[in-house]
Structures are given as structure tokens and as C-alpha cells.
């Protein structure tokens, strides 16, 4: 049985491998690109910047801890310095084994405060959704109200409407599981059941534990408190793309580039590591950004391309080292967090 799980892995594996190889030679034989260009721009990059993105990350990386102790409190009043390395661990784990490492972060606080994993992956849920609308409220309310002179103008406040009309549906949705989860989750169940029975069980789940999340929420106060929270960090973090940018002082549209149209590349950066590969994700975040760049400003692909390299390493990268000695000094081990995070999760769905 286990034999069969890691051979799909390594055929997974094999695929991407080639369809990756594909796609470089796709690329090599049809768009010009000068390497010698991209590290003179890598080479011309202003530290300071780079280093006042990278506290600012940290910072926000903090506020995660911040709000998880926020949405806690209902069951156990801790400290944001108890859960700070549980989040640098589970960060570290995504950066370096792909977005299916999400998981460790509840399983790893769990195991920590000695509280059941189920009660960790509510509170995972809500941070998820806080995190959806923080992102949505940000990205709508900047593009919405974009200004005149702004290249695209009409598309930037198109999308702002979008995302503030997406916005508002995430929150009935929210209102209508606080009210009615369970009616929720058995139509859901029943809509996917044709489809997959395993994914129509664990989307129920899912939907079960956001769920119980919204009621760890107990009062106006703690939910205005992890919006702040949410808020500050997303903020932060569209600084930390807007940093990155700057630091190309020698190209006049990215050394001024705006608040504003840095949250159309955000945007898009956080669209491509929705399905992010462990390694190769890297690449693929590097060629969405750079697309972006190119596309909507103009920036030289060189450019667009070092610039996309430092938004990387900036907001996901710079935790890897944090991370690793978080895990030396809690005695964890990324790898067996995650596979133990899986079969929990994998148990729970069951």
C-alpha cells in the first residue's frame, strides 16, 4: 500500500520534470533573453531596500503569531511568542516542500499546547479566511479608487469592483456557515459526491471546520482585532512587494512605481502559488511575476525577472533560515511534520 502512493509521487514527479523541460525549450527558441543583462540588474540592487523588506516580512510573520493567539483566546489564552516559531517551522515548510506543508502549522501548535488537532485546523480555517478577505478588502479598495493618470485605469478599477463584489460574497457565505455549517455542508457533499466521492467528504470537512473557526470568533472584539491584525500584515506585505521594486533604481518605472499598481503584481503573485510544486514553485513564481511586470509596465523581461527574483526571496526565501533553527531548537523535523500533519488531516476526513 505504501509502495503505490510514492510510485504516483515519483510519476508526478517525472511529468512536471518533463513538461518543465518542455516549456524551457519552448521559451529558449522563441523569446530573446540576455542573462548577462539580468545579473547586471541583480548586481545593481539597492540593499537597503532589500533589507527593509525583509524586516518588514519578519514583522509580518510576527503578526501571524499576533492573530493566532487572537483566535485562541476563546479556548486558551497564550502568548504570540509561544506560537511565533510554530509559524516560522510551517512557513519554512512550505517555501521548501510546496503548498501541501500548509497543514503543519495547526498540527504543529497542536502538538505543542497539547490541544486536539481538529480544534487547530478551525482556527486554521478562519486565518485563512481572514486572510482572503484582509487581501480582498486591500486589493479592492486600492484599485478601486486608482488613480486617473494610472496606465489601464479602467482595468484596475473593473478588477477593484470584482474583488470588492467577491468580498462581499465571501462574508454572506461566512454569515450563512455560522448560521447553517452543517445544511451547508451535506449540499456541498451532495453536489460533489458525482464527482468525487473522497474530495465531496474532505471539501464537507473543510467546510465543517471553517465552520467551527467562525465560532472561535466569540465577540465583536476579537473579530475587529484579528481584521486589524489581518489588515496590518497584508499591508505590510504589499510593502515588502513594493521594497523589492524600488530597489531597481536604475529603471525609471519600477524605481517609481506606485502602491497601487504594485497590488495588481501582489495579486497575481498570489494567484500563481495557490498550486505551488516544492523547488519548482520557485521558478514558477519567478516566471508569473516577470510576465506581469513585463506585461503591464513594460519593464524589460532582464528586469522583470531580477525584480521578480528579489519579490521571492523577500516574501517566502528570507524565513528558511528562521525556520530551520526554529525546528533545531523545538526538535522538529520538517519532513515528519508535515507526513504526521497529512495523516492527521488524511484520519480526520476519514
Not at 122 to 136: H, K, M, N, P, Q
Not at 210 to 219: A, C, D, K, M
Request: hydrophobic letters at 55%; aromatic letters at 10%.
Amino acid at each position: 500500500m505504501t509502495d503505490r502512493p510514492r510510485s504516483k509521487r515519483y510519476l508526478l514527479w517525472i511529468v512536471v520534470a518533463v513538461v518543465a523541460a518542455a516549456l524551457l525549450f519552448w521559451l529558449h527558441n522563441r523569446v530573446s533573453f540576455d542573462w548577462h543583462t539580468l545579473g547586471q540588474q541583480l548586481r545593481s540592487v539597492s540593499l537597503g531596500y532589500v533589507f527593509g523588506g525583509v524586516a518588514v516580512i519578519y514583522f509580518a510573520f510576527w503578526l501571524r503569531a499576533v492573530r493566532w493567539a487572537i483566535l485562541l483566546s476563546p479556548v486558551r489564552r497564550v502568548s504570540s511568542t509561544q506560537l511565533l516559531a510554530s509559524q516560522l517551522i510551517g512557513f519554512t515548510a512550505v517555501a521548501l516542500i510546496g503548498r501541501i506543508a500548509d497543514l503543519s502549522r495547526p498540527y504543529l501548535i497542536a502538538r505543542k499546547l497539547k490541544l486536539p488537532v481538529a480544534s487547530q485546523l478551525a482556527v486554521y480555517s478562519i486565518e485563512r479566511a481572514f486572510d482572503l478577505g484582509a487581501a480582498a478588502i486591500l486589493f479592492s479598495t486600492t484599485l478601486a479608487f486608482a488613480p486617473r493618470d494610472l496606465p489601464h485605469h479602467a482595468a484596475y478599477v473593473h478588477a477593484g469592483e470584482l474583488s470588492l463584489a467577491a468580498t462581499a460574497a465571501i462574508a454572506i457565505f461566512a454569515v450563512s456557515l455560522r448560521l447553517a455549517g452543517e445544511v451547508v455542508a451535506r449540499v456541498i457533499r451532495a453536489m460533489l459526491s458525482p464527482l468525487s466521492k473522497d474530495f465531496a467528504a474532505t471539501a464537507s470537512e473543510r467546510i465543517l471546520d471553517f465552520r467551527e473557526g467562525l465560532r472561535t470568533v466569540s465577540s465583536l472584539r476579537e473579530f475587529f482585532e484579528a481584521l486589524a491584525v489581518s489588515l496590518l500584515m497584508w499591508g505590510g506585505i504589499a510593502l515588502c512587494y513594493l521594497l523589492s521594486a524600488r530597489a531597481f533604481t536604475a529603471d525609471p518605472t519600477l524605481a517609481h512605481i506606485s502602491f497601487t499598481a504594485i497590488m495588481l503584481i501582489m495579486a497575481t503573485s498570489m494567484g500563481g502559488s495557490l498550486l505551488q510544486l516544492p523547488i519548482l514553485g520557485w521558478f514558477t513564481q519567478i516566471a508569473i511575476i516577470a510576465t506581469a511586470l513585463h506585461a503591464f509596465f513594460n519593464v524589460p523581461l532582464e528586469t522583470a525577472t531580477a525584480c521578480s527574483t528579489v519579490m521571492l526571496v523577500v516574501t517566502m526565501l528570507v524565513i528558511i533560515p528562521a525556520g530551520l533553527i526554529a525546528a533545531k531548537v523545538e526538535g522538529t523535523s520538517l519532513r515528519d511534520a508535515v507526513k504526521e500533519s497529512n495523516a492527521v488531516e488524511g484520519g480526520a476526513a476519514a
